[in-house]
């Protein structure tokens, strides 16, 4: 009789036990279910988007920020679970796919994945464009320069090596950026894993060393030239216009040899703790009036049609932002190179 008395208490314990634990954790489970982490490049997001979509949606968004790709990737390997929708540059997406960091895509989830336009569903920037990742903007690497100290025209990458801006040049901070630029003014791909090639960028490289060549990120290069502090940089071609506005003495130009064209991408992290959320920031982003702000915003190029007739006349008609056929042609994407980074992360090195 003890032993059925106990077991009955034993059984009433347990059972309110489960109840009180389900009561504390359903709250828990529905405010993690209210928010959604998204991670993107230091200063290039569009609070007022995030804003909207939470007042859609009910669902908040917290933001972090990145500076470079490898501290992206360092991150997100090292916090497992803290992000859920993450921006990355394109030729990064296969990396991150190979470190088991993002998930390959339901696009039953994304119905406004139809707004991609037609020639980049069909023919993709890359192989994982509709099925790890999604379009977010696109852009191109060139040469920003200060009117008050360089009187000549700018066409050319090799106006770098001109020993009357020594001291007064700088290049990104990144291995690809610069290899991009010995490799583009030597005549060659931006993605070449040729010896006889990346010996001879490794030649111009020394030599742009001893012309006093600098390094920074892309706002921090063109703030520099707007102060004279710099002359002539290598930057994104929507930042300039973002940072300097109508300013008549500062110029960028897509160098004839030909440019990077950059492409950023959003991807869904594996191991993301609110799916349903990111789904849906995911697919607000696909919207033509969405994907519109961050152009009117940043000036880079959206991959999404209908999104013109959001965009504000001058970034539309200004043709260093949207390229003519011609201009574009000559640019080209990064594609993963693998072992050959490090030969890029050398000569990189020996330039700084």
């Given at each position: 009789m003890k032993k059925i008395y106990f077991s009955i208490i034993l059984i009433f314990l347990l059972t309110t036990v489960f109840f009180i634990v389900k009561k504390i954790e359903k709250p828990v489970i529905e405010q993690e279910n209210k928010v959604v982490t998204f991670y993107n490049w230091k200063e290039y997001t569009d609070i007022s988007v995030l804003t909207d979509f939470e007042r859609e949606t009910g669902i908040k968004v917290t933001l972090y920020e990145y500076e470079t790709m490898p501290m992206m990737i360092a991150e997100v390997h090292s916090n497992p679970g803290k992000y859920d929708v993450i921006v990355m540059d394109g030729n990064i997406v296969s990396v991150m796919k190979e470190l088991k960091l993002i998930e390959e895509l339901d696009l039953n989830r994304l119905p406004d994945y139809k707004n991609v336009k037609e020639e980049l569903r069909k023919k993709p920037f890359y192989d994982h464009q509709g099925r790890y990742s999604v379009p977010h903007l696109w852009g191109t690497t060139g040469l920003v320069y200060n009117t008050d100290y360089v009187g000549e025209p700018v066409n050319s990458w090799k106006v770098l090596w001109n020993k009357k801006y020594k001291g007064k040049i700088a290049l990104m901070n990144d291995p690809r950026e610069v290899m991009a630029v010995l490799l583009k003014s030597s005549g060659y791909s931006l993605n070449s894993k040729k010896p006889e090639e990346l010996k001879i960028a490794e030649q111009q490289g020394l030599l742009l060393k001893e012309n006093g060549v600098k390094f920074g990120e892309t706002i921090g290069n063109i703030e520099k030239?707007?102060?004279?502090?710099?002359?002539?940089?290598?930057?994104?071609?929507?930042?300039?216009?973002?940072?300097?506005?109508?300013?008549?003495?500062?110029?960028?130009?897509?160098?004839?040899?030909?440019?990077?064209?950059?492409?950023?991408?959003?991807?869904?992290?594996?191991?993301?703790?609110?799916?349903?959320?990111?789904?849906?920031?995911?697919?607000?982003?696909?919207?033509?009036?969405?994907?519109?702000?961050?152009?009117?915003?940043?000036?880079?190029?959206?991959?999404?049609?209908?999104?013109?007739?959001?965009?504000?006349?001058?970034?539309?008609?200004?043709?260093?932002?949207y390229l003519s056929e011609d201009i574009f042609s000559k640019g080209e994407f990064y594609i993963d190179v693998g072992d050959t980074n490090k030969e890029y992360e050398r000569i990189f090195n020996l330039l700084k």
């Amino acid at each position: 009789m003890k032993k059925i008395y106990f077991s009955i208490i034993l059984i009433f314990l347990l059972t309110t036990v489960f109840f009180i634990v389900k009561k504390i954790e359903k709250p828990v489970i529905e405010q993690e279910n209210k928010v959604v982490t998204f991670y993107n490049w230091k200063e290039y997001t569009d609070i007022s988007v995030l804003t909207d979509f939470e007042r859609e949606t009910g669902i908040k968004v917290t933001l972090y920020e990145y500076e470079t790709m490898p501290m992206m990737i360092a991150e997100v390997h090292s916090n497992p679970g803290k992000y859920d929708v993450i921006v990355m540059d394109g030729n990064i997406v296969s990396v991150m796919k190979e470190l088991k960091l993002i998930e390959e895509l339901d696009l039953n989830r994304l119905p406004d994945y139809k707004n991609v336009k037609e020639e980049l569903r069909k023919k993709p920037f890359y192989d994982h464009q509709g099925r790890y990742s999604v379009p977010h903007l696109w852009g191109t690497t060139g040469l920003v320069y200060n009117t008050d100290y360089v009187g000549e025209p700018v066409n050319s990458w090799k106006v770098l090596w001109n020993k009357k801006y020594k001291g007064k040049i700088a290049l990104m901070n990144d291995p690809r950026e610069v290899m991009a630029v010995l490799l583009k003014s030597s005549g060659y791909s931006l993605n070449s894993k040729k010896p006889e090639e990346l010996k001879i960028a490794e030649q111009q490289g020394l030599l742009l060393k001893e012309n006093g060549v600098k390094f920074g990120e892309t706002i921090g290069n063109i703030e520099k030239v707007i102060s004279g502090e710099l002359w002539i940089a290598e930057v994104y071609n929507g930042d300039v216009f973002y940072k300097t506005g109508n300013k008549k003495n500062i110029k960028f130009v897509n160098p004839g040899e030909g440019f990077n064209l950059w492409s950023e991408y959003i991807c869904l992290c594996s191991d993301a703790s609110n799916k349903e959320g990111a789904y849906k920031l995911i697919n607000y982003f696909l919207r033509p009036d969405v994907s519109a702000r961050f152009t009117n915003t940043f000036c880079n190029v959206s991959p999404i049609a209908g999104s013109e007739r959001y965009i504000k006349k001058e970034i539309l008609e200004n043709p260093v932002i949207y390229l003519s056929e011609d201009i574009f042609s000559k640019g080209e994407f990064y594609i993963d190179v693998g072992d050959t980074n490090k030969e890029y992360e050398r000569i990189f090195n020996l330039l700084k």
